[in-house]
Nanobody, 120 residues
Framework: QVQLVESGGGLVQAGGSLRLSCAATGHISSISRITAMGWYRQAPGNQRELVAAIFGGSRTHYADSLEGRFTISRDIAKNTAYLQMVSLKPEDTAVYYC???????????WGQGTQVTVSS
């Protein structure tokens, strides 16, 4: 099992920026087989949705709605993924979660998430 700890959320005004971090810990047999990391978000009353994912250390995928405002990155040596968010909008308000893909399977073990609140 891999444990995930998200951090970096907070309250920010519209147009501001935040950088989220996701640290993955666990047995080396699982950590060493992480092939992708992803960020998701869930706003009240909405389903959890994929925001961005990074495969290996470089190939990335983003939700179309982000309009290029978010950037995902990964420090493989630190088992940590980051989500740099700029030009934040009130509609970005949500709890942000990360997840990992071990081998070919995305984990069912989610972290506690980090709250992002964007005020208008």
């Amino acid at each position: 099992q891999v444990q995930l700890v998200e951090s970096g959320g907070g309250l920010v005004q519209a147009g501001g920026s935040l950088r989220l971090s996701c640290a993955a810990t666990g047995h080396i047999s699982s950590i060493s087989r992480i092939t992708a990391m992803g960020w998701y978000r869930q706003a009240p009353g909405n389903q959890r949705e994929l925001v961005a994912a990074i495969f290996g250390g470089s190939r990335t995928h983003y939700a179309d709605s982000l309009e290029g405002r978010f950037t995902i990155s990964r420090d493989i040596a630190k088992n940590t993924a980051y989500l740099q968010m700029v030009s934040l909008k009130p509609e970005d308000t949500a709890v942000y979660y990360c997840n990992v893909r071990i081998g070919s399977i995305w984990s069912s073990n989610w972290g506690q998430g980090t709250q992002v609140t964007v005020s208008s």
